[in-house]
Each structure stands twice: as C-alpha cells, then as structure tokens.
C-alpha cells in the first residue's frame, strides 16, 4: 500500500481527484463517462476493506502453469501417430516454453529415440530425472533406448530397475519379454 505524506490512501486521493475533475467537465456525456469509470477502478479504495494480500509474486523461472500446453499435446499426438520427427519438434517447443516440464522432456527424449538421435535423448533423459528424479517411466523409457541402440545388458538393467518399483506395470513388462525375445533371434556372421 502507497501512502502519500498526508496518511490518506494515494489511490483514494487520485480517485477523488478524477470525481471531481468529472464533475467540473463541460460536456456532461463525457463527465459521466468518466464519473463511471472512475467508481468502478476506485471500487476497492476503502481503506477499511484493507490492502494487506498473503498472494506473493512467483518467480518466472517457477511458474507451474503455462497458457498453453498446445505444443505437448501435439508432439504426443504426432508421437501417435508415428510421426516422430513432428513429435520432436513440438516437444522442443513444449520445453522451450516450459523448461521444467518433466512430460514435455520425456516426450522429447522417447522421439530423439525413435529418430535416432541417441546423443539428444541422453540430454533429455538427464534434463528429466534432474527435474523429476528417475520414475518408472524414465527408467522404463531409458531401457527401451538403450534396447533400440543394441545395448541389451544396459537395457535389462533399466528394465530390471523400473520393475522393481512397479512390478505389474503392461510396458515394463512387455519391454521385458522384448528383451528376452531378442536374445533368441539374434544374428551373428559366421
């Protein structure tokens, strides 16, 4: 709250000035316009009403909601559809426009993976377990991209780890007997 030297509320002083300075006006159209446009910004001014708040500014770089989650919601609709290189790039705005999106990042990570940029979804992973520590989900997804790049012991690992934590979980699971099925088919030259 602003007070001028004078203790009176300076809001309340600047509305009264314009109440007046609308009653001395010559055209009377204007000087209602004004007279209403005033109360109505001075609604509030009584000082018995009070200004205290307990609401306290957030920081920018802290801000939980976005206006528009529009970007995530269409890289996971073009991840569906199996357009991952469109997917990429709405996820990177998602994170762009939410740098503490743990979703968004996961997204972006799981379509480096299937565009095989192995090296981007390493970041993103990073970028996501520093966020929102490592979940199922991180873990389950890191397995499935270390299964993609061939590294199968560092898959069942991850695999091994997220069951762990969530041992009925369907993906897990079904990574799981990926794994297993690729070990029966695998090519060796002679």
Not at 94 to 102: F, Y
Not at 119 to 141: C, H, P, W
């Amino acid at each position: 709250m602003s007070i001028d030297p004078t203790g009176r509320d300076i809001a309340q002083f600047a509305c009264s000035g314009v109440k007046r300075r609308a009653a001395r006006s010559a055209h009377p159209l204007l000087a209602a316009a004004l007279l209403a446009i005033s109360l109505a910004g001075c609604a509030g001014t009584d000082s018995s009403q009070g200004w205290e708040t307990t609401a306290t500014v957030q920081d920018p770089d802290d801000v939980k909601y976005y206006p528009s989650d529009e970007p995530y919601r269409l890289g996971v609709e073009q991840f569906n559809r199996g357009h991952h290189g469109l997917a990429e790039r709405y996820f990177r705005d998602a994170v762009e426009s939410a740098p503490k999106d743990v979703a968004a990042w996961i997204g972006l990570a799981a379509s480096y993976d299937r565009i095989q940029r192995f090296d981007l979804a390493d970041r993103a992973y990073s970028r996501a377990i520093a966020l929102g520590g490592e979940t199922t989900q991180i873990l389950n997804n890191r397995g499935y991209s270390y299964m993609l790049r061939g590294n199968l012991t560092a898959a069942r690992a991850q695999f091994l780890k997220s069951s762990e934590r969530d041992p009925n979980n369907p993906y897990i699971l079904n990574n799981l007997r990926l794994l297993d099925l690729s070990h029966r088919y695998i090519q060796r030259t002679p």
